[in-house]
């Protein structure tokens, strides 16, 4: 067997599978499926969940891919350099300050929730490149993420506490800071949908890129990338897909950077492959990750977000730690 | 007289508002293989960066065709394998498409020209430094342009890889390239190059065919050496490797 074949074969079976778990979250979870009338309910909020964690996963996984190549970074992801904390940030504005905006007498806060988390997270990665100068060193990026992470969520715990005085207000934002599924909705998949959809292609489309980006700024230029457009445009595009993520469920950590991470051992680092695989992964992940919360015997559901910081958080030092002992930090 | 491919005049960089760079005139020819030589910190590497444009300059240089850069060691970091690096070098001309037939037939006569062929399916970041530099330059020639200019190619390569370097040179030149080689072994530099420049902070000293640029009081001043009168023995490769 040609090893195209085996690698096509490989890549059904995995589609299949992923698909086919994918489909299983549906099912799990309490609720009569077999009336039929409240199993048709049951499905379709079930069926919104899995999409919003879908959709966040493939965008955040893909953010995260794209964030490493312009960082030179395997540690950068969209959490680690603040993004996702801002993009959060940027929606609880929205939501604290919306009623009292004349924006709302043109279109609902359901429009303008995605706005301020696209402008959160592009205001954390123009903050990060302004700092950091182009290309930090990889401690550097690091401190200057976690630093603008801490800042943005001290804003975004101001932000809870101003929202405490309405009930509907203060429970939305801070489900935003938690991160979670539970309340999509077709409205915001519907928004969001286009963006990540755009954005994963974009990815793909660009691999050569892509690639050239990991030789450094100056090969890669003297190879003929424009080093400054692609730097504008893919901070453009992690900014639209953290954005597109957040505005769906909320602040969720180290998607992108276990996610590509996994991929990338299985795939390879050569982005026309990575990057379609890294979004399959990315929505198969927290729509499993979401799948097994919600068949937790637990009284209250845990938030997505913790689970997967959970799960991040470890996986990150462990990369910190393999790197300082490769002498590859600094 | 053959195509000038590249011109610089009044080339010079500052750093830190300190000149580092020139003034200096320099030309390369179609077929043209020119030495740049110099102690550590003479401004080598930075002409060659200034020739391609990744430096800011002062005067003017004028590419008549494309460059590819060989640089000292790549930034690299990622595991890429070593064919998806030598791709890298047909982004000019292929932007984000995907490589055909042609471009592949171009990697494969690339690697081949570089003595990495057997490489082509490794993982660029596990290669010794004397392999990866063969990939580096097998990556420039994938890139099909008219000047080649080479940082300290032959730093980490064994004697028998540097003369094959030497050989493949000659060989670019004869079928019209230029070849600007940033090189510390005088003897390989005298022994391939057809016109040799010396550099001292940032000037040039001297340039010419290597009995001119060589010359006793220039070893002397620039080094502080001076050649012995029996030549040390030569080799060349007993068959090909």
């Not at chain 1, 706005?115 to 123009?126: D, E, K, R, V």
Request: charged share 20%.
């Amino acid at each position: 067997m040609s090893s195209a074949l085996g690698s096509a074969l490989g890549a059904l079976v995995a589609l299949g599978l992923g698909l086919g778990l994918a489909a299983a979250t549906l099912l799990i979870g309490p609720g009569d499926l077999n009336d039929a009338e409240l199993g048709a309910v049951f499905l379709r909020l079930r069926l919104y969940r899995a999409g919003a964690a879908g959709l966040a996963g493939a965008a955040l996984s893909t953010a995260g891919v794209m964030a490493q190549a312009l960082f030179r970074n395997p540690l950068a992801s969209p959490s680690v350099l603040g993004a996702t904390a801002g993009a959060a940030l940027g929606g609880q504005l929205v939501l604290l300050l919306l009623p009292s905006l004349l924006a709302t007498a043109f279109l609902g806060p359901e429009v303008w929730v995605p706005c301020g988390c696209f402008a959160g997270a592009g205001l954390a990665l123009m903050l990060v490149l302004a700092i950091g100068r182009g290309q930090p060193d990889r401690i550097s990026l690091i401190l200057i993420g976690f630093v603008l992470s801490a800042l943005f969520l001290a804003l975004g715990g101001v932000a809870i506490s101003l929202a405490q005085e309405r009930f509907e207000v203060g429970r939305a934002v801070v489900a935003f800071a938690l991160g979670g599924v539970s309340g999509a909705g077709p409205f915001g998949l519907g928004l969001a949908l286009p963006w990540v959809l755009l954005g994963v292609g974009l990815g793909v489309a660009s691999g050569p890129s892509l690639d050239l980006m990991l030789s450094g700024e100056k090969e890669a230029a003297a190879f003929g990338l424009d080093v400054r457009q692609s730097t504008r445009t893919l901070t453009v595009w992690i900014a639209v897909l953290v954005g597109a993520a957040v505005s769906v469920a909320g602040n969720l950590g180290f998607v992108g950077l276990v996610v590509p991470h996994a991929v990338r051992r299985i795939v390879g680092p050569t982005h026309r492959r990575l990057l379609p695989w890294a979004a399959f992964g990315g929505a198969l992940f927290l729509i499993l990750s979401d799948g097994l919360l919600r068949s937790l015997p637990t009284r209250s559901e845990l938030p997505l977000g913790v689970v997967t910081s959970l799960v991040g958080a470890p996986l990150f030092l462990q990369m910190l730690l393999r790197m300082k002992r490769e002498g590859e930090l600094g | 007289m053959a195509e000038r491919l590249l011109s610089a005049t009044q080339l010079e960089v500052h750093r830190d508002g300190r000149r580092v760079l020139g003034p200096l005139d320099l030309e390369a020819r179609a077929g043209q293989r020119l030495g740049v030589l110099g102690p550590n910190g003479a401004g080598k590497s930075t002409l060659l960066e200034a020739l391609i444009g990744l430096l800011p300059h002062g005067g003017r240089v004028k590419r008549n065709g494309e460059l590819a850069w060989v640089p000292q060691r790549s930034e690299l970091r990622s595991d890429l394998s070593v064919r998806s690096v030598v791709a890298q070098g047909r982004y000019r001309l292929r932007r984000d498409a995907r490589l055909d037939d042609r471009d592949q037939t171009v990697i494969r006569w690339a690697l081949g020209e570089a003595g990495a062929a057997e490489l082509a399916d490794r993982r660029f970041l596990r290669l010794s430094e004397g392999e990866k530099r063969r990939v580096l330059i097998a990556r420039a020639l994938a890139s099909e342009a008219s000047v080649l200019l080479l940082d300290e190619p032959t730093a980490g390569l064994d004697l028998g890889h540097a003369l094959d370097l030497g050989a493949l040179i000659e060989r670019l030149a004869r079928q019209n390239q230029a070849v600007i080689v940033v090189l510390h072994d005088l003897g390989l530099a005298a022994r391939f190059m057809d016109e040799l420049v010396v550099l001292q902070d940032g000037e040039i000293v001297a340039r010419g065919p290597a009995e001119e640029a060589l010359r006793p009081e220039v070893l002397n001043q620039v080094w502080g050496l001076r050649a012995l009168p029996k030549q040390a023995p030569l080799f060349e490769r007993s068959h090909p490797s």
